[in-house]
């Protein structure tokens, strides 16, 4: 039923999002697809209910190795797993209940928890385009659920994209229908791993560019100043722009509330 994909860097073992597959509910059903971001990982895999498969990658990063993933799962349902990210208990099986209930449902976002205990993002059940617009509600990769009749359709990961590739699939897949949410929370992200994308300021800058380069056309006036205040923002962060620069007439609160943020965190670049 599930291909599970977990991509992998050079330094990566996956082995906690490993570790958690059994208790989440894998079957003999399911197969787990680790893909060595061009290179041939070498590791230990636990005993697992079902199948797996160590595959390598062209080495075009995160996204392309998700894609090539996709073309070689056999299963009807892609899950997209980061491999510092774990399914909780329970995840699988609840998952399995919820699309024998949904038939019709292509798609589904699994609902998260945050590793440092913060509070994620607010989801509305289901999410839509308008929602999806200004944040990234949906979360990261390892929320998505889709069938693959229609992941490859769609044109997988955004290869081009360093960043935020996942907000910008989560935004085309909205575009085609409102997107059903799982709840309660299903994966446990690591947002304090060191790692991230997210936490490195250049790559998140660049992401964020290509992205209002990718969907800017199908946003408003205020949503586009919305997107400029934060990316000058970011901008800002790295030393790349003045303070000054995150105004913006047509989101004033959005100008004010990050160039309050702005005063408080020092210009520095990363």
Known sequence: MFSLLIPLAPDRTAAAALASLTAAGLTEQDEVLLIGDGF????????????????????GGANAARNFGAAMATQPWLCFLDDD??????????????????????????????????????QKNPLNWHDLKRRNLAGTASSMVIRKDLFDPMGGFDEEMVSMQDWEFWMRLSGIAPIPVLKPACV?????????ISRNLDKRIRGFEQLIEKRSFM???KTLAFHHARLQFFRHLAGQAPRKSIWHKNAPLASLYYTLRAEIAPSVRR
């Open 40 to 59: 041939e990982p070498s590791l230990e895999v636990p005993a697992l209910p079902g199948p797996h498969r160590v595959l390598r990658s062209s080495g």
């Open 85 to 122: 990210d774990v399914y909780l208990p329970g995840a699988l099986t609840r998952l399995r209940a919820w699309i024998a209930d949904h038939p019709r449902d292509r798609l589904v976002c699994l609902n998260a928890r945050l590793k440092s205990g913060k509070r994620p993002p607010f």
């Open 188 to 196: 446990l992200y690591d947002d304090l791993g060191l790692n991230r």
């Open 219 to 221: 946003w408003d006036a």
